[in-house]
C-alpha cells in the first residue's frame, strides 16, 4: 500500500488515472446516453477492435448505437439498450448482461455491468465491460463434459437393455451355424454360405461387446500386469492390420511398472488405435507406439475426476497421418462420431477406449493438428504388486475334449438349450436341464446322483442364475459353476469387475470355447 493522502491533496487527476489503471472497458455516458469519458482498457478494446467511430466512441450516443445494431447481434443489443434506459431512468439499480464478443481473431465472453452515476455534476450511467472470457470457458466445458457423459450413460442404458436378449439371438445363430458348418460336408458353396453367416454372427456380437465397453458396461477381467508386455503380444497382429505402406515402430521400455486392466482390452485399444492410424495415413507413413512411466502431478491430472497423483504407465501411440482439426479433436469420442464414409467407420472406436481406459482408472490426452500427425497418450496408474505374466494366446486354441460327468444346463431361452444340450451330450456329457430358475431347484431336489458342474444363464426367469447356484451349492458343496450372459451387470461388484474364481461364458460363444471350458472348470482349471 502507498502513503495515504488527505483527500484536499489528491491530485485533480488521479480519478482519471485510476479509471485507466482498471483492466476492465469502463465508459461514463450522460443522461440521454452520450457516452463523455471512456478509460484505457475502452480505448484499447475499441481500437482493437475497430468499434465505435472516432474518438473510441466518445461523444457518440451509445444507445442509438445499440438501437442500430443489426445482424446476429440485434437482439442482444436491444436488449442493451432497453436495460441502460431503465438505469438512466432510475427504474433499475442496475443492469448486468452476459454476452458473447467474438472477434475474427479471438473467442471472449464479456459481462457488461450497468450502474447510475449521480455525482460531482455528473448525471448518467457507469458501463463497465468486464471480460469473463476464461470463467465462461470453463463453464461451456464443464456443461459439454456433463452432455457427454448424460450421452454415454444413455447409450450404457440402451446397450445393457438390448444386449441380453441381442446375445442370446446371436448365441443360437452361431451355434446352428457352426453345426451347420459341421454337417454340411464338402459342398463348397453351402460351407461359403456358413462361414459368412458366421462372420456376421461374430461382427454383430463383437459392436455388442463395443456399445457395453464405450458405456463401461463391459465386464473385465483385470490383473497386475506390465503395459510393455501386453503391446508385445500383439505385435504381429498390428503389423498385419497395418498392411505394408505403414512402418511400424515399437519403442517399448522394458518395464514400465505394473497396472491393473484387463490385457485383452488394452490389445483391443491398440487394434482400435492402429485402424485409426491406418485410415490416416492412405498413402503410407509411420506408426510409433512407445511405453514409458511418468510422474503425474495433481495439477496436471484432468480436472473434475478423483484422479491421484503419481507415477502413471503411458501407452502413446503416435501417426504421421493427416491429424485432425480442432472441431473433430472436438467430438473424437462422442460415441458414433466419424468423419469417415458410411461404412468405413461407425464412430465407436475412440469412445470404446475411452470407456475401457476409464474403467481401468486413466484417463486419455490427444494431441493433434492437420498435416501434423496425431499423438494418442494413455495414462493407467501404476499400482504396487508383481506383474503376472499374461498367458499365451496360443493356449486357447486347443481341441476340445468331452467327458462323461453330469451337467445341469439351466438357460430358458430354448434353442439355444438345445444347441448346448446336444452339444455336451454329443460330446459325453450326462445333462440334466432346466428352463428357469425354480424349475432348476425342482429339478435338482429329484435328482440324488451327484451334478458335477452347473452352466446356468445369469439373467433367469424367478431366481437369477446366482440364486439357483447358492442354492444347489448349500447340499452339493463339490458342485462347480459356469455362468452364461452376454451382458453381466447385475454380476459385476464394481466398475464392472469380475471376482476372479468366478467362470463367466460370454454370450456369444462359440460351441468349441463352451467344451474347453466347461472342461477346464471340471478339471479344476481357472477357466475363461
Ligand atoms: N489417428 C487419427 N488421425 C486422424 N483422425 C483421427 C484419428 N483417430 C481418430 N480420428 C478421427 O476421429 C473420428 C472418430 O474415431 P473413432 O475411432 O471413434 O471412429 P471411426 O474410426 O470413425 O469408426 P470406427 O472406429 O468405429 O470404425 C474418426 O472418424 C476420425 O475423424
Ligand atoms: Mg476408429
Redesign the pocket.
Known sequence: MGTVLPMSDVPASAPLAVLDAVPAHIALVDASGVIRLVNAAWRRFADGNGLLSAHCGVGEDYLRVCDAATGADRAEARRTAAGIRRVLSGERPSFVQDYPCHSPTQLAWFRMIVTPLDRGGLHGAVIMHVDVTERETQYQGLEAQFLQSQKMEAVGRLAGGVAHDFNNALQVIHAYGELIEEHVGQDPVALEYTRQILAAARRAAALTHQLLALSRKQVLRPVLFDLSTATREIEDMLRMTLGGEIRLIVERAASVGTIEADPGQIQQILI??A???R??MPAGGELIISTSTRDIAREDLPAGEPFTPGPYAVLRVR?S????DPA?QAR??EPF????AAG????????T?AGIVTQSKGFIRVQ?APGQ??A?DLFFPVVPGTAEELPSPALQHLPPRGGSETIFLVEDEHSLRTVVRQTLQDNGYRVLEAADGSAAIAVAADFAAPIDLLLTDIILPGFSGRSVANRLRRSRPDMRVIYMSGYADDFIADHGILDPDIVLLEKPFSLAHLLVNVRDTLDGHAAA
Open positions: 482400435n488405435l485402424i485409426n492410424a485410415d490416416a501417426d497421418g493427416h491429424g485432425m473433430t473424437i469420442f462420431f466419424t468423419t469417415k468405413k467407420g461407425t464412430g465407436l472406436g475412440l469412445s477406449v493433434s500427425g496425431t494418442v
